[in-house]
């Protein structure tokens, strides 16, 4: 079982930046493939980034590809999301994810889900 809590969202202007963290809670969080995934008002929920057990391997949706960069540290059981010139259309609750393997990663199924926390980029 991981659990997961998200902070650093909140309100920045457009071209600003923010600093998202995932902290987990469990001894085999280094074994979980992990991702960051968004939903906007009105909209499904999609994929933004997801990085490898190993930290090597990252991966990210087109439309934040050079803007966001996605890490961890699996000392600290964390993982981060750094979130370069936003834009309002990044404006969404971001959720913090894991996945029980690769395959399952790869192919956007995630089993543990952080509460999520709020993005807002004003124009």
């Known amino acids: 079982q991981v659990q997961l809590v998200e902070s650093g969202g909140g309100l920045v202007q457009a071209g600003g930046s923010l600093s998202l963290s995932c902290a987990a809670s469990?001894?085999?969080?280094?074994?979980?493939?992990m991702g960051w995934l968004r939903q906007a008002p009105g909209k499904e929920r999609e994929f933004v980034a997801r990085?490898?057990?190993?930290?090597?391997?990252?991966f990210y949706t087109d439309s934040v590809k050079g803007r966001f960069t996605i890490s961890r540290d699996n000392a600290k059981n964390t993982v981060y999301l750094q979130m370069n010139n936003l834009k309002p259309e990044d404006t969404a609750v971001y959720y913090c994810?894991?996945?029980?393997?690769?395959?399952?990663?790869?192919?956007?199924?995630?089993?543990?889900w952080g509460q999520g926390t709020q993005v807002t980029v004003s124009s």
């Open positions: 990085v490898s057990w190993g930290g090597s391997t990252t």
């Open positions: 469990g001894r085999t969080f280094s074994s979980f493939p």
């Open positions: 994810a894991a996945s029980k393997s690769v395959l399952r990663a790869t192919s956007g199924l995630y089993d543990y």
